[in-house]
């Protein structure tokens, strides 16, 4: 790893690190042409062609105007037409369903183009933020510590399957490090120029995701040390920082401004008729919010910030309080305290938690080796670590707090920070220490191995403290692992071993399984398909499931399966010979519909498919797959007596069958 840098010219260096930032794109580009859409692209991409070409702020306002607009882009560019305005789905801002027309219905035949397009788009913030840690480490721990990050960082799993997804994470991650950056910048250097780069990077930040607001207190714990450690006057030093506070404040609020048109209303001019925000007016969204319901109204009523922008972050505010999760089994809505540290021991390459912790222990020793008459030396030589330091506990600190457990990639800023503090190890590399060389550059090369042998499916990866990726789907689910990626992976494996067998899927995800050209029955879904089954039989053959479908995250049925839900499920098991007449003779649906009311009969089939599913999926937790599909489909062949005895037996077969579980390959 570079053991002789005084070889080669700073040029030749920085060219090298710009090529293997470039080289990162590639690799997450090309690991994404075969993935299906995941479950946060389609609202992006639809939404961000609304706000480019129709300036309707409406959809999806909660996630960030910046990156939707940007990932849009090229289809902004290409002309891509959004359906009609006078459909329902339009009028109320349901993107998943307007966005289902979009890009299924007559565009489906060019659409694939634009959500590879859109991806790309976010690539580039990926190379970008692999450029950004090399400047990092490379002023902070030299040229070798800098090829250190940069490879930790270029052939990591997690951004390498972010880093191509039409989604926000990757960009806010590189706004979240620039911006500490830039304004530790220039609170040492005073000019116009770095005040402004740091005011506009801050403006950005806004309108790229509403985790914005955390660089908040990281600029205030930066200017605390800035601040310490000036030679300047205190009344000097704190007319400065307010200057600079008016002025970033005053940015990022015309920022805002300019990416909304510059018009309070959400509602395009001629366009809001009969429209509306996805879940209603603003009643609902306020209510419980405490002492920031009325802020945020004075904000609202006062015109101070664009309607979208207030009714996005209140949006998060609302659903930040409770939300699904899965951690090792077990459901909460509140979320847990160790939720994000088991993701990133799990999520994180083995080699690079050992590299983490070589580059701890190697910091607390020389720690220790500085006498007390050093040590202000010692914490002068820290100063330039304070902006990565602020950004790092903050971001962690309101993690852990966090009751939004839904996906590894939340803590994606905090590997920069990790990436580049492991440049410290730099100094190992030298060829008159050949041990520690040889350990370091044997880590980096077992990264690199990791990284490329989970390739493609980077999203599923899983070191062995969770069994592997293949039991990934035991310990986190939803974006973590499963979001919705795999379509194309299922259709060429049913091409290639699907035997005339029945298919029946339940899928997790705003792709179309039809599109990629999957005929499967539909179980009960998430999300995705648009075009429900109401009524399916079960026989035996080939089961598809998404494993945040098998778990039950997003269930009214999760838990434990109560004598009540049993109850109830036989119950309705009575109402199957009628379910089959209703959904199959319109003549004697009629007459049934008489009897009692369409909306009774759809919620029993809907009930007692949930119910049944439950079931089949609480044997099948206990039974191995007998294979996958990138490790987030899982694939179950039940013969008649196996999917009998988990569907339609009794309780005491049922649970005799959780017990003694039929396995793969075994009758």
């Known amino acids: ?25 590639i690799l997450a580009l090309s690991g994404s042409l075969d993935k299906s859409m995941t479950a946060d692209e389609i609202a992006y991409l639809t939404a961000g062609q609304a706000y480019n070409t129709r300036g309707d702020y409406r959809l999806q306002p909660e996630n960030g105007n910046l990156p939707q607009r940007w990932a849009a ?26 966005g289902h027309t979009f890009f299924y219905g007559e565009n489906a035949p060019i659409s694939r183009r634009w959500l590879i397009a859109g991806r790309g788009m976010i690539t580039l913030f990926s190379v970008a933020t692999a450029l950004l840690v090399f400047i990092w480490s490379r002023a902070l721990c030299g040229w ?16 390498l399957a972010h880093g191509a997804l039409a989604t926000s994470d990757v960009m806010m991650t590189f706004f979240l490090l620039a911006c500490v950056g830039a304004w530790w910048r220039h609170l040492h250097n005073p000019g116009w120029v770095g005040a402004a780069l740091s ?26 040390g800035w601040g310490l450690g000036s030679t300047h006057p205190a009344r000097a030093t704190l007319w400065r920082l307010a200057r600079s506070t008016a002025l970033h404040g005053a940015a990022a609020w015309a920022i805002i401004w300019l990416f909304y ?18 879940r209603g007016d603003w009643n609902w969204i306020l209510d419980d919010l405490g002492w920031k319901r009325p802020v945020l109204v004075a904000l609202r009523d006062w015109h101070v910030l664009p309607e979208a922008f207030l009714y996005g972050f209140t949006f998060v505010l609302q659903f930040a309080k409770a939300r699904s999760a899965l951690l090792n ?28 912790l070589a580059g701890l222990i190697s910091g607390a020793r020389a720690a220790g080796r500085h006498p007390r008459e050093q040590l202000r030396a010692w914490l002068a030589r820290l100063q330039p670590w304070i902006p990565l330091a602020a950004l790092f506990f903050v971001y962690a600190l309101t993690s852990l707090a966090s009751h939004l457990n839904i996906g590894h990639r939340h803590i994606l800023p905090l590997y920069p920070v990790l990436f580049i503090a492991a440049g410290r190890l730099g100094t190992w590399l030298d060829a008159r220490r050949p041990l520690h060389t040889l350990v370091i550059s044997g880590l980096l090369v077992w990264h690199i191995g990791a990284s490329w042998s989970i390739r493609p499916h980077y999203l599923a990866y899983f070191n062995a403290f969770a069994g592997g990726p293949e039991n990934g789907y035991r310990h986190l689910v939803d ?71 098998l778990e039950h995250v997003y269930s009214p ?66 039974r191995e797959p007998d294979t996958n599909i990138g490790y987030s489909i899982l694939i179950y062949r039940l013969s008649a007596a196996e999917l009998a005895a988990a569907t339609t037996g009794s309780l005491a077969d049922w649970q005799n069958l959780i017990a003694h579980p039929i396995q793969p390959g075994r009758p």
């Not at 995701?209 to 605390?224: D, Y």
Request: glycine share 8%.
């Open 261 to 278: 048109g510059f018009r309070f209303s959400a509602f395009a001019p001629g366009l809001a008729a009969g429209a509306g925000f996805y």
């Open 329 to 356: 089994g077990a459901y909460s809505t509140t979320g847990w305290v160790g939720f994000f540290p088991y993701a990133f021991l799990v999520k994180t390459t083995l080699p690079c938690l050992l590299l983490l």
């Open 199 to 224: 005011a506009t990077l801050f403006g950005l930040a806004c309108v790229t995701k509403v985790s914005a607001v955390l660089l908040v207190p990281m600029f205030g714990l930066i200017a605390l």
């Open 73 to 98: 882009l090229p289809e902004t560019v290409m002309g891509a037409p959004l359906p009609p305005t006078n459909s329902i789905d339009w009028q109320h801002a349901d993107v998943w369903t307007y």
């Open 557 to 622: 049925i999760r838990g434990s399966w109560t004598p009540a839900l049993e109850e109830e499920y036989q119950q309705l098991r009575t109402l199957e010979p009628a379910f089959n007449v209703y959904f199959s003779d319109p003549a004697q649906r009629a007459e049934m519909d008489r009897a009692a009311p369409p909306e009774k009969w759809q919620h029993a089939v809907t009930r007692h498919a949930l119910l049944r599913f439950a079931r089949l999926c609480y044997y099948l937790r206990a």
């Open 479 to 549: 974006s973590s692992l499963d979001w919705g990626q795999d379509l194309p992976g299922l259709q060429a494996w049913l091409d290639t071993h699907e035997k005339g067998e029945r298919v029946y899927l339940s899928y997790f995800g705003s792709g179309e399984p039809a599109y990629y050209g999957i005929r499967a029955q539909h179980l009960p879904c998430l999300i995705g398909l648009k075009t429900p089954q109401p009524w399916v039989q079960l026989y035996p053959g080939v089961y598809c499931i998404s494993a945040t479908m």
């Open 144 to 159: 070798r510590g800098a090829f250190v990050s940069l490879l930790l960082f270029a052939l990591s799993p997690s951004f």
């Open 1 to 25: 790893m570079l053991p002789c840098h005084r070889q080669f010219s700073p040029r030749f260096l920085v060219t090298l690190a710009v090529l293997l930032a470039v080289l990162h794109g």
